[in-house]
């Protein structure tokens, strides 16, 4: 971590903020975590497992704020997680080329960007989607949450929302647990292919647990919103294409 010596505040305080705009708006913020990690010219190898536990941490925070608030619905939930979680378990075991992960984040990243920007209302009537949908749907997102180090939320959040699969908060507290689950299995993966949790994630983690307990009690409530996704949206943009190579 030596060479990380001086841009080490940086680091810390980029996932602060991170953790604690996404966790008031009911994401983990592993892209975010990822963006910072991807701008302050971490290596590749290292932004997986660290982005995987921080992951961990804050969407621990907001599965247990979902739970709480009565919005969490089994039913809807196991589909997705049943097949998914051994799928992040694979992605997280195996090690893709540099280039390959680059674009691979670079195209997650795009998506959470349009994400922020452009998430469907979450008004009109919804429908659970048929069984083996979901189970598919959990498999695919599962495997490319291991892959790329991120919970897999950025993902199912947008399409559970643009397919109407249920309202925007049991869409949240579906994807709080997905998130945890995978970036859980990811990092377990990651783990039993030999490899080590890289010295950078432990002063990482202490700030990411204090400004995910920070953004869940101020919540949207009390934070402009509208205003926290554009930004975030900015710095995810910036980051992908600094990753996909087009600056």
């Known amino acids: 971590m030596n060479e990380l010596a001086d841009t080490l505040p940086w680091l810390i305080a980029g996932v602060l903020v991170i953790a604690v705009l996404y966790s008031s708006v009911g994401h983990a913020g592993a892209s975010g975590y990822i963006a910072v990690m991807s701008l302050l010219a971490v290596a590749p190898a290292t932004i997986k497992p660290v982005a995987l536990m921080l992951n961990v941490a804050v ?35 195996l090690q893709l080329p540099a280039e390959t992960f680059k674009l691979l984040v670079g195209l997650a990243l795009l998506l959470s960007a349009a994400n922020l920007l452009l998430r469907a209302p979450a008004d009109g009537p919804t429908q659970a989607p048929p ?51 995978n970036s859980a299995s990811g ?13 950078l994630t432990w002063p990482l983690l202490s700030a990411v647990v204090v400004g995910g307990a920070l953004g ?16 975030l949206a900015l710095v995810l943009l910036i980051a992908a294409v600094k990753l996909l190579g087009l600056i």
């Open 187 to 199: 990092l377990a993966g990651h783990l039993m292919a030999g490899k080590i949790v890289p010295a």
């Open 59 to 93: 969407a621990l925070i907001g599965t247990t704020q979902f739970y709480r608030a009565g919005h969490f619905r089994w039913p809807l939930f196991w589909p997705f997680a049943v097949v998914a979680v051994p799928a992040a378990a694979l992605g997280g075991y």
């Open 131 to 181: 069984l083996f949908v979901a189970l598919a749907v959990g498999g695919v997102l599962g495997l490319l949450a291991g892959l790329t180090g991120t919970g897999g939320g950025i993902y199912l959040t947008p399409l559970m929302l643009f397919l109407r699969w249920a309202p925007m908060r049991q869409v949240a507290a579906v994807s709080a647990p997905f998130i945890l689950l």
């Open 216 to 231: 869940a009690t101020l919540g949207a409530l009390y934070l402009p919103v509208p205003v926290i996704k554009r930004v």
